[in-house]
């Protein structure tokens, strides 16, 4: 008899992420969808459930999908299966249609890892202390007893949510009055590849934008033959780079895996700062729900290792800047919480009231094109606008004493800045207008610090940031 996995060994805090085969078998996806639908069965009580199951483009993503309704259905859950979608498909799934929903993906990781990203109806995230717990619980107990069937199974259906998706998108930005605009788009052979050219083109039947798209990797294929899909590593912007500054366009956008993050390069090939994005869309929202008449305080996340750019925008354009630790799921949470209208992160994790809370790269994208759309420069210049500081980027050391080399860091700083543990080690000081600011997070899975520093000048950054390292590698 084969034993049964360890399910706690490859569900994370936010999502379940394993290797195809050993971890995430037919058996254990079968008693996941199981464990999904109990426990969101144990909120409604005896009403009808009904769920939706999207996938990526991944070799194991169909029949994982397929099992997952199985073990659902099993429990008495209607299964709505959306076949090839993005993320943020799925989540548009789960806001408009009132459901909850999953999501087989494993994002930006190599070909042999799958995994899923589970949310309640209206795209509320699940973790492990809301739910996710729970769920792989119930799971490891079917994956031992196997799963007993309810008197009524669930039915199974099919919906193609593509065009209602890029039809809701271009509500939300318009860009048919932009001037024209030539874009280049990595998909990295991800989900990308499918929606771009619904909600930027015309293959959702919607109406041509004053956008010529040049395509790179748009053919979906989940063994990733061009480069990983990790827009965040430098190394698979390449390509994107090169072709931006060979096709002259004014621009170039990398999507992930499963097409929830957007990176942005300008016309010189360069990398356009999640942080300033962030800023601009920040200012975006902020002007459009004041024009829309709305009062009162309106909120606006930023996590803190975004740069101090992002809350001075905030500020400056009259709405409350709310920090956060890092972490997507919880800046949903925060999101709804708050009532704030945006949320950006460092890692280009974009999030939006307008969108149930969720993150959305497509739209963070489109809120880009809006604006340079109407600007009178190269996207450098709209950039550099947002990017006045130097910020050293995240830099991971490995560490044999972590609690060790936190000591060191926090006795050469006394004295020296303000310190906060919202989120590992942060201090910042200076003079206002020679501010710096650096923040250490241990990771939560490995022997390492993260080192994140941001200062006014390039000089100062990089005399803060080799300080640090040398504290963290002592």
């Given amino acids: 008899m084969t034993t049964a996995p360890d399910l706690s060994s490859f569900i994370k805090a936010y999502d379940v992420r394993g290797l195809v085969g050993t971890q995430l078998t037919d058996a254990v996806v079968e008693a996941l969808g199981a464990g999904f639908a109990d426990e969101i069965r144990g909120e409604g009580g005896d009403s009808a459930l ?7 483009m991944r070799d194991s993503s169909p029949g994982f999908a397929a099992a997952f309704a199985r073990g659902a259905q099993a429990r008495g859950a209607s299964v709505t299966m959306l076949g090839l979608c993005s993320t943020d498909e799925t989540y548009f799934a789960s806001g408009h249609l009132g459901v909850a929903a999953a999501m087989f993906t494993a994002s930006h990781n190599p070909a042999t890892y799958n995994g899923i990203k589970f949310c309640r109806a209206g795209a509320q995230g699940i973790s492990l202390a809301t739910g996710l717990g729970s769920i792989r619980d119930r799971a490891q107990a079917y994956l031992a007893t196997g799963i007993p069937a309810v008197d009524a199974p669930g039915t199974l259906a099919h919906r193609d949510v593509l065009p209602g998706y890029a039809s809701s998108l271009r509500e939300l930005v318009d860009l048919s009055s932009v001037r024209p605009l ?6 990295g052979n991800g989900m990308g590849g499918l929606t771009v050219p619904a909600v930027l083109g015309t293959a959702a039947g919607l109406p041509a934008l004053p956008l010529e798209i040049i395509p790179l990797y748009f053919e979906l294929d989940g063994t990733f033959p061009n480069h990983e899909a990790n827009p965040l590593e430098p190394a698979n912007l ?3 780079q090169k072709a931006v500054v060979e096709h002259g ?3 170039g956008l990398a999507f992930d895996g499963d097409a929830d993050r957007c990176f942005v390069v300008d016309e010189l090939g360069q990398p356009v700062t999640p942080s300033a994005v962030a800023a601009i869309v920040a200012l975006r ?5 004041r024009a829309a008449g709305e009062t009162g305080d309106i909120r606006v996340i930023h996590n803190l290792i975004t740069s101090r750019v992002v809350p001075e925008t905030i500020t400056a354009a009259g709405a409350i800047p709310v920090r956060t630790k890092v972490g997507h799921s919880l800046i949903k949470d925060v999101m709804h919480e708050t009532g704030a209208i945006f949320g950006g992160e460092h890692s280009a994790h974009y999030y939006f009231r307008d969108f149930w809370g969720a993150d959305n790269g497509m739209l963070a994208a489109m809120h880009l094109i809006a604006q340079f759309g ?8 709209l950039a550099a606008e947002f990017t006045p500081y130097t910020a050293s980027g995240e830099i991971n050391s490995t560490v044999d004493d972590v609690p060790a080399a936190y000591t060191r860091i926090v006795e050469a700083f006394q004295g020296r800045g303000e310190l906060d543990e919202l989120d590992g080690l942060t201090i910042s000081g200076g003079a206002p207008d020679g501010f710096w600011w650096f923040n250490v997070r241990p990771s939560n899975t490995e ?3 993260r080192l994140n520093a941001e ?4 000089e100062t950054m990089a005399a803060i940031r080799d300080e640090v390292l040398g504290l963290i590698r002592a």
């Fill in 50 to 56: 009904e769920i939706v199951v999207g996938h990526d």
């Fill in 182 to 187: 030539r874009v280049v788009v990595d998909a």
């Fill in 238 to 240: 390449v390509d994107l």
């Fill in 249 to 251: 366009a004014d621009l």
């Fill in 285 to 289: 929202e902020i002007t459009r729900v």
């Fill in 374 to 381: 109407q600007y009178d420069g190269p996207m450098s210049a």
């Fill in 447 to 449: 022997p390492l610090l």
């Fill in 455 to 458: 200062a006014a000048t390039a």
